[in-house]
């Protein structure tokens, strides 16, 4: 019989930088485990943190060896775990315009044939949504997205396709993300947007936090491309 694994799970990575566990499994009470413990490193971080990264079910600690150790800071991590509670006030809410037009949403009729609805009922669908920043990763600015309905929840292509349009709208399984780069994908585009997720800002260098909620609002073709072609995204904050 196989043990069941014991949370959270302390996994030494190379020699500078020690990787949290909270779960095996993506939820909601996961993710606010994550994001709390977060602030709460980020509220007293201990000696030697270069940076953390919260993911889905985890967390990355990255730090100086020359300071610290694995032992020493997973003693420092277990202490503020008890103590970590989310800080709601940090959470904002984003809207982000989204054009359904068909030459913007190549695949949204393969997902309305595969859900058994309409192209509009997907789009109603996809937006009555609430949309949670779970992590970034693969590509800058890849903010991934949970929340998309169970009802056009589809696998990924068996094969990707190359060359989608930065700003493009995807989704795969439970997760949606807004592409920020021209790259190959496998999951199915529904639409185009054309809100900037990455910013000329050092500090603040992508638009949303891990943590935060977005909203994507329908828009026409005429808005869609006086956004697009000034390079510019109507955002709103909450």
Known sequence: M????????????ADHALLVEFADSISDDIANRVLALDHAISAS??????EVVPALVNLLIDFDPLVTDHSIMQSEIEA????????????????VELCYDADLAPDLGAVAHAAGMSEEAVIACHLSASYRVGMYGFAPGYAYLTGVSEQ??????QVAVRD?????????????LVTTLTMPTGWSIIGRSPTEILRNDPDRPFL????????????DRNRFDALNTGNQGAISHG
Do not use: Y
């Not at 989608?164 to 949606?176: D, N, T, Y």
């Open 2 to 13: 196989k043990a069941s694994h014991i949370f959270p799970r302390f996994v030494p990575v």
């Open 80 to 95: 503020l775990i008890p103590r970590a509670s989310a800080i709601d006030s940090n959470i904002q809410t984003h809207e």
């Open 152 to 157: 056009i929840q589809l696998p990924r292509k």
């Open 45 to 50: 971080p201990p000696d030697g943190l270069c």
């Open 208 to 219: 949303f936090d891990v943590g935060d909620t977005v909203r994507f609002k329908r828009i």
């Open 164 to 176: 989608v349009p930065a700003g493009s709208v995807i989704i795969a399984g439970p997760q949606c």
